[in-house]
């Protein structure tokens, strides 16, 4: 058993794009297009402090950044190789259980537990205190800084009241807390964030119990990018999860060991192949509206299940508008060209393509994945000076728009001017707005604890 003390670590992920294979890249026959972007989750672990009261097997889990967001788990080993069982303690004062449960980050609690227990089954799991810390961007309300050179801001609300902007942010939370907290507990020669082995490890882990936590709808596009960041992604084969038996029952440890470690496990991720050329940015637009994703996909799976001739066709035609994307852009990312007027024609064609299969997508599936509102921002946005053009990212809807535009400050002030006075009188939603983000390359990233100075526990 070890007493060294445990050093406190931070990591932290970004959010996703899903640019192009919305709902293709549900199968492993089609790929997905995601860019990472450059707002972050952190989660930082350390040991905990004393405290009056805390039992000695309790890991405290805080979001300070909300109201009333604190879970408190006490953590023991089950017996029959089923792993770690964690069970919420008192919960956030005043409210009842339901209300306050978190179960991303219990789950991937149980998962990393687990998966750390059986790497190391004869040290003690000590008790920890782990805090989450989120940019701006993942939610469209206004943030108060604590301090002028502050990174994070005081949300004032309870996480159930925030208005997500659909980056992801339940993917970049489990990740970077799955690997922030085996960052804490192991050693760097059983789980290194610096190598291959270990980015995989992550990746994997991170997919089963966010998978998990989710109900195992989502392709997982937004795990891979939150690891890996910007790439081509094609997914997992769904039964690998299906077949893991659930945590605390009967042979979970092994079993999840083996399928994290073990070779079946099938995703393909091609970072090479996806670029983003110099002069190009991605800009995202907020359109102060909600889609529901789950309903969207049910529907959209149910008409390709009724329709499979008409479908295959669009999904075949979609997959290699979606290649011919990625090729063109790592063409443009490559090779030597001038400054010609056309040097983004073939882009246009290829983006104008792909938007012309997604509404016939939409259309026949009764589905408004790129609904009339959608269509007439996309082509008003288009037509500005610089924008080379844009569609709803993801599983689309009335919720936002990403564009590909020229990279310079004058495009993107113009762009924020027009969109300022941009009305379209039959859209409900009404405002439409830039959100700060642009695409990033990295994804998981270790952090220097400095970042969360005026978020100390006792903030
Ligand atoms: N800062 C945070 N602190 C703690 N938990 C969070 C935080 N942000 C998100 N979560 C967890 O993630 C959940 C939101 O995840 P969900 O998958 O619904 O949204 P998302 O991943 O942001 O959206 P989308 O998949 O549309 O991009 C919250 O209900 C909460 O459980
Ligand atoms: C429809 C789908 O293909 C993309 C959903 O993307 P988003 O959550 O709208 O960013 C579902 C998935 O891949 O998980």
Request: glycine content about 8%; overall charge negative.
């Amino acid at each position: 058993m070890s007493n060294a003390p445990l050093t406190p670590t931070a990591v932290s992920c970004p959010a996703k794009v899903l640019v192009a294979g919305g709902y293709l890249v549900l199968d492993r026959d089609h790929t997905g297009l995601v860019f990472g972007l450059n707002a972050r989750i952190h989660t930082v672990v350390e040991p905990i402090k004393t405290r009056a009261g805390v039992s000695i097997s309790e890991i405290v889990v805080t979001s300070p950044q909300f109201r009333e967001a604190i879970w408190e788990y006490g953590y023991r080993l089950q017996g029959q190789d089923g792993g770690m069982t964690v069970t919420q303690l008192s919960v956030g004062h005043e409210q009842s259980i339901s209300q306050s449960r978190n179960p991303f980050i219990e789950t991937a609690l149980t998962y990393a537990l687990t998966y750390i227990y059986i790497l190391q089954p004869n040290h003690l799991i000590k008790p920890s205190s782990i805090r989450i810390l989120a940019d701006q961007a993942y939610y469209s309300n206004p943030g108060t800084k604590r301090d002028q050179a502050s990174r994070f801001a005081d949300f004032n609300v309870r996480l159930k009241d925030a208005h997500k902007t659909g980056l992801g942010s339940s993917a970049a939370l489990v990740t970077s807390f799955t690997a922030a907290v085996l960052s804490f507990y192991l050693s760097k020669d059983l789980f290194d964030l610096k190598s291959e082995k270990g980015l995989t490890v992550l990746h994997n882990l991170a997919q089963a119990s966010h998978s998990h936590a989710q109900g195992k709808v989502g392709s997982g596009f937004d795990i891979a990018s939150a690891v890996f960041g910007s790439c081509l992604y094609k997914r997992f084969s769904p039964s690998l999860l299906s077949a893991l038996s659930q945590p605390s029952t009967p042979g979970f440890a092994s079993e999840l060991r083996s399928l994290i470690e073990g070779s079946t496990w099938d995703t393909v991720i091609e970072k090479a192949a996806i670029k983003m050329p110099k002069g190009l940015r991605l800009v995202m637009c907020d359109v102060d509206c909600g889609s529901e994703t789950p309903g969207m996909v049910k529907k959209v799976l149910a008409w390709r299940s009724s329709s499979p001739e008409e479908a295959e066709r669009i999904w075949k035609s979609l997959q290699e508008g979606n290649e011919a994307l990625a090729a063109e852009l790592t063409r443009l990312a490559t090779e030597e060209e001038g400054d010609s007027a056309a040097k983004y024609d073939k882009l246009r064609q290829i983006i104008s393509n792909n938007r012309n299969l997604i509404r016939e997508m939409g259309e026949k599936s009764g589905v408004p994945i790129e609904p009339p509102q959608q269509t007439r921002l996309l082509d008003y946005c288009s037509k500005l000076d610089g924008v080379v053009g844009g569609v709803v990212p993801g599983a689309g809807g009335f919720d936002a728009i990403v564009l590909l535009v020229e990279d310079n400050e004058r495009t993107v002030d113009a762009l924020g001017t027009s969109l300022g006075q941009y009305k379209d009188e039959e859209a409900a939603g009404g405002r439409v707005g830039i959100i700060g983000v642009r695409e990033e390359m990295v994804g998981v990233k270790e952090e220097d604890l400095n970042l969360y100075k005026e978020w100390e526990e006792s903030s």
